[in-house]
Structure formats: C-alpha cells, structure tokens
C-alpha cells in the first residue's frame, strides 16, 4: 500500500524547524529508527540547503514541496522546487570522486551517503531521496525473535 503526505516549506519560517517537524511525525508514525530518522533529517537537510537555492521570483514568498510516499519497502521524499532553481551538480552522484575539501563536496558526499537511491528529475525539477526500509524490518524480525525465544525459555524452565 502506497501512502502519501506533503508539506510545504516556506522560506520566511525556519527551514530546519519545519522539516525536522515532518519528519519527526512521519517516523513516530511508522516506529522508524533513531538513526533511520537522523538519516533522514541530515540527507533532506543538505538537500535544502538555501545557499545553493536561487529564486525566479521574489525570494521573501518562495517554498518547496516534499511529498512523502511511503511503499512496501522504502521511504521515499520528493523534493519539488516549483519555480526555484537549484544547483543539480550538488546530487549527481556520476562524479568519480566527492572533494570532500569543499562545502558542495561534503553535502555530495553525506547526501549520497545516506540515501539509498537518489533520483532527479529536471522536467518536474524535482528530487527523490529514497532511504530502503528492508533492513528495519530485519531488525524489529531480529528483535521479535529474540524477544520471543527469550520468553519462551523462561517458560520452559518453570514447567
């Protein structure tokens, strides 16, 4: 099942402030991780970034798009810029290396590095940061089973 949820983020309010709030209520919702959610914040974070966001129209009224899907095996935010421009060299990953020596080299890098899948899409001027969740369900499993063994040789012993 395919669920969605968008939030607008309006520039002339704290950035930080707003994405942390969705994500935040996004992975209370679905029991994601500490480090999932870190993930998450950091990668959109540095994906937002305003200092690589350059306006076609009066700053002061600008807002991006993120719209969360949530599909049977991943987390996936689209970032969608509307009428913003924004420099698309700062997610190519087809570079060979990240300069790590300079700013845009280290977002390259942590954006990249924490996502699972990024994709971008000039026509819609969006981008998709997709953070696969296969490994959260392998480790509730992991859990679960530990949790359950645990209990039933407690019981065992008492019989």
């Given at each position: 099942?395919k669920?969605?949820?968008?939030?607008?983020?309006?520039?002339?309010?704290?950035?930080?402030?707003?994405?942390?709030?969705?994500?935040?209520?996004i992975?209370?919702f679905?029991?994601?991780?500490?480090?999932y959610?870190?993930?998450?914040i950091?990668?959109?974070?540095e994906?937002?970034?305003?200092?690589?966001i350059?306006?076609?129209e009066?700053?002061?009224?600008?807002?991006i798009?993120?719209?969360?899907s949530?599909?049977s095996?991943?987390?996936?935010?689209?970032?969608?810029?509307?009428?913003?421009?924004?420099?698309?060299?700062?997610?190519?990953?087809n570079?060979?290396?990240?300069?790590?020596?300079?700013e845009?080299?280290?977002?390259?890098?942590?954006?990249?590095?924490?996502a699972?899948?990024?994709?971008?899409?000039?026509?819609k001027?969006?981008?998709?940061l997709?953070?696969f969740?296969t490994?959260i369900?392998?480790?509730?499993?992991q859990?679960?089973k530990?949790?359950?063994?645990?209990?039933?040789?407690?019981?065992?012993?008492?019989?």
């Amino acid at each position: 099942m395919k669920v969605k949820k968008e939030k607008i983020i309006n520039f002339k309010e704290k950035i930080i402030n707003q994405i942390e709030e969705f994500i935040e209520e996004i992975c209370d919702f679905y029991n994601i991780s500490n480090s999932y959610y870190a993930n998450i914040i950091i990668a959109l974070t540095e994906v937002i970034n305003t200092q690589d966001i350059i306006s076609k129209e009066n700053s002061e009224n600008n807002y991006i798009k993120i719209i969360f899907s949530k599909k049977s095996k991943s987390l996936s935010f689209t970032i969608n810029y509307g009428n913003i421009i924004f420099d698309k060299n700062i997610i190519l990953i087809n570079d060979e290396k990240h300069d790590l020596n300079t700013e845009k080299g280290k977002r390259k890098f942590l954006i990249n590095s924490l996502a699972d899948t990024v994709n971008f899409n000039e026509s819609k001027n969006e981008i998709e940061l997709v953070f696969f969740t296969t490994g959260i369900e392998e480790e509730k499993s992991q859990e679960r089973k530990k949790s359950l063994s645990h209990y039933y040789n407690s019981k065992k012993q008492k019989v």
